[in-house]
């Protein structure tokens, strides 16, 4: 049995656990949230209960396994609890970096650092109760304006339109950079916003984008066969709106005497056919969205502060072409023209944003295969045990969450989810989940005394 680390516990790191733990190896997750779930649970959709509980049985199966060892509320990288040459010190047989894309895509554009300007990852982790965004200011106003044509724009939409329980928003208005037929998001997911939908206003903006859209071969009069099938459905005006505003880009953000949003100035764009497909291209024309708030879904980008090598957005994999397979996977350093010696991503990690739970399954799976070939082939390195990585830790100072931690937290939850006639209830700060755990501790030892 050698002993493997795996960085990160969402569905990526977990899947890849489960691969590795089968195979007979000893796995230590090292994750920077207490909870385990990454995405499963702080991206998914707040009510969809039946996928985020069915996925954290999944996992619960996963964790429970014998050679799995977990050390949740440990962040990894340059100015975290540990240090990549750290856990090299620890000597484990392999590395496998699971952190998803934590970084934060910027628009480039003036004013983009303004109050009242979010990068949807960040929103969702908010609206979702990511601890690591607890005390963070994501006010939002009456007009919002949402960057992006996806399924992340649904589901913001979704919440200031429908859930968000402060309901300040009066209008949502997508800006997207090309045109209505270039529509990401899946119906499934738009059924839930489309009655919010201001119909003589979406019709007004299919007039003004007309010509512009047979220029580039596409009738307008399709749009209800194809993206928005709403159009066929009798209408009755339901608040708050829903506006889409297409062809357009952000170019700079203005604000107020406060430093807030208060307008969004867009370059024009105008479609061209690309063979197959279709690509916007920006004009000279410019306008202006009247907006106090703005969330931009463009995509994420992987956290450079881990410390492994970084560019284009992302962590530096194997560009050999001998090793095209495993190098896809294995980090790799410009630097010195070598492989960083049994280190490698899996998941959102190796590729950010690429698909959702199963995609990120599959690539970890895969991976691992990998992994699997490059553990047999090295001499077991007397890794570290267990316990001696949660000394280092907490030597730190850090209070450390492992499985049988994440047993009390969930009786916790569970207690106050019944008591408040709850679905399911989870804390939104680890100060919380900490002194949660340490009071079903203090019970657990209290009956355990009396019997």
Same mark, same amino acid.
């Given at each position: ?207 003004? !984008? ?32 829903? !506006?889409?505003?297409? !062809? ?204």
């Amino acid at each position: 049995m050698k002993t493997v680390f795996v960085i990160g516990a969402g569905p990526a790191g977990l899947y890849a656990t489960h691969k590795l733990a089968l195979a007979g190896h000893r796995v230590v997750i090292i994750n920077r949230d207490i909870k385990p779930g990454g995405l499963a649970e702080y991206g998914i959709y707040p009510v969809k209960e039946k996928m985020k509980g069915g996925l954290r049985k999944q996992f619960a199966k996963m964790l429970d396994m014998p050679n799995v060892f977990y050390f949740g509320h440990v962040s990894v990288g340059e100015g975290y609890a540990l240090h990549l040459d750290e856990l090299h010190a620890l000597n484990p047989a392999a590395i496998v970096f699971a952190v998803g894309a934590q970084g934060t895509k910027r628009l480039g554009i003036p004013g983009e650092d303004a109050h009242g300007v979010y990068a949807a990852k960040d929103f969702v982790y908010h609206y979702n109760r990511l601890p690591l965004m607890e005390g963070r200011d994501f006010s939002t106003g009456k007009r919002v304006a949402i960057v992006g044509m996806g399924n992340v724009m649904v589901d913001i939409a979704r919440w200031l339109l429908l859930d968000d329980p402060e309901r300040t928003a009066e209008e949502v208005i997508v800006v997207a950079r090309r045109g209505p037929f270039e529509a990401k998001f899946d119906h499934r997911e738009f059924v839930h916003v489309e009655r919010h939908l201001v119909r003589n206003a979406f019709e007004a903006e299919l007039g003004r !984008l007309r010509e512009m859209l047979a220029a580039a071969g596409q009738d307008v009069s399709q749009v209800s066969e194809t993206t928005f099938s709403v159009l066929k459905q009798a209408y009755t005006e339901e608040l708050p709106r829903l !506006l889409f505003r297409f !062809l357009c880009s952000p170019r700079a953000i203005h604000t107020d005497a406060d430093g807030r949003i208060c307008r969004l100035e867009v370059t024009e764009n105008i479609l061209e056919r690309k063979g197959n497909d279709t690509a916007a291209r920006a004009t000279t024309q410019t306008a202006s969205i009247d907006v106090d708030t703005m969330i931009f879904a463009i995509g994420d980008v992987a956290d450079s502060k881990v410390g492994l090598p970084y560019a284009n957005s992302g962590y530096v994999t194997n560009p050999s072409q001998q090793q095209a397979e495993r190098g896809a996977y294995e980090v790799y350093d410009p630097a010195t023209g070598k492989v960083l010696e049994g280190t490698f991503v899996v998941g959102w990690a190796r590729k950010a944003s690429e698909g959702l739970v199963g995609v990120a399954r599959f690539d970890a799976e895969h991976g691992v295969v990998h992994v699997l070939k490059y553990v047999e082939g090295v001499p077991d390195r007397g890794s570290a045990p267990p316990a001696e990585i949660q000394r280092l830790v907490e030597s730190k100072g850090l209070p450390v969450v492992n499985k049988e931690d994440l047993g009390f937290l969930h009786q916790a939850e569970e207690r106050i989810a019944q008591e408040r006639g709850l679905p399911s209830f989870k804390f939104g700060d680890d100060a919380s989940m900490l002194a949660a755990i340490g009071e079903e501790k203090a019970k657990a030892g209290a009956t355990a005394s009396r019997s």
